[in-house]
């Protein structure tokens, strides 16, 4: 069964930063692409970065371009996503997704982790 | 980017009835990459459906999608207790991937 646990987040002030952590387990972690989602409060989804399974293929939302880095250590089963220059407006609820792709993106999400939440406030 | 705008905003249904969401794009799907996902309070989206009318594993054959181009829909046969819930539509043909602002079906 897949399992995705996020963790790192919490509160910091506008213009901090924050790593988030996530933690795969029940398959092949290293073939597969992998993705962060967010979600502000009482509001949608929306797309925040992806990463291709050996790391070739990195995007982001154009929101978060230049602020966010998303890495993975497939020795460690772990996505990572560093978030610098933090606003009010990153606000949310972020997830870790599974991709259908391997070696290349695909933006479809099949699995999802139960998120962590990262509130910027001073 | 390609902009989805599900309708209605809220549902009103009672447990038995059909529910049939829509979903239209800003622009053509390119071939027909839509998912369908389903969120309940406190939980994590959950796919539904994928490439328009695939069901994904483990969702029940009560729920199916249609449509191509620029128009989709997600239908339930008949609404289950535990389907009351958020649904979002999203696509993934052209980059960046993206959602509608989704519809609520709730319990009338």
């Known amino acids: 069964e897949v399992q995705l646990v996020e963790s790192g987040g919490g509160l910091v002030k506008p213009g901090g930063s924050l790593r988030l952590s996530c933690a795969a387990s029940?398959?092949?972690?290293?073939?597969?692409?992998m993705n962060w989602v967010r979600q502000a409060p009482g509001k949608g989804l929306e797309w925040v970065s992806s990463?291709?399974?050996?790391?070739?293929?990195?995007y982001y939302a154009d929101s978060v371009k230049g602020r966010f880095t998303v890495s993975r250590d497939n020795a460690k089963n772990s996505l990572y996503l560093q978030m610098n220059s933090l606003r009010a407006e990153d606000t949310a609820v972020y997830y870790c997704a599974t991709d259908r792709g391997r070696t290349v993106v695909s933006g479809l999400f099949d699995s999802w982790g139960q998120g962590t939440l990262v509130t910027v406030s001073s | 980017e390609i902009v989805l705008t599900q309708s209605p905003g809220t549902l009103s249904l009672s447990p038995g009835e059909r529910a049939t969401l829509s979903c239209r794009a800003s622009q053509s799907v390119s071939t027909s990459y839509l998912a369908w996902y389903q969120q309940k309070p406190g939980q994590a989206p959950r796919l539904l459906i994928y490439g328009a009318s695939s069901r994904a594993t483990g969702i029940p054959d009560r729920f199916s999608g249609s449509g191509s181009g620029t128009d989709f829909t997600l239908t339930v046969s008949r609404l289950e207790p535990e389907d009351f819930a958020v649904y979002y539509c999203q696509q993934y043909g052209s980059s960046p991937p993206t959602f509608g602002q989704g519809t609520k079906v709730e319990i009338k």
């Open positions: 029940g398959f092949t972690f290293s073939i597969y692409s």
């Open positions: 990463i291709s399974s050996s790391s070739t293929y990195i």
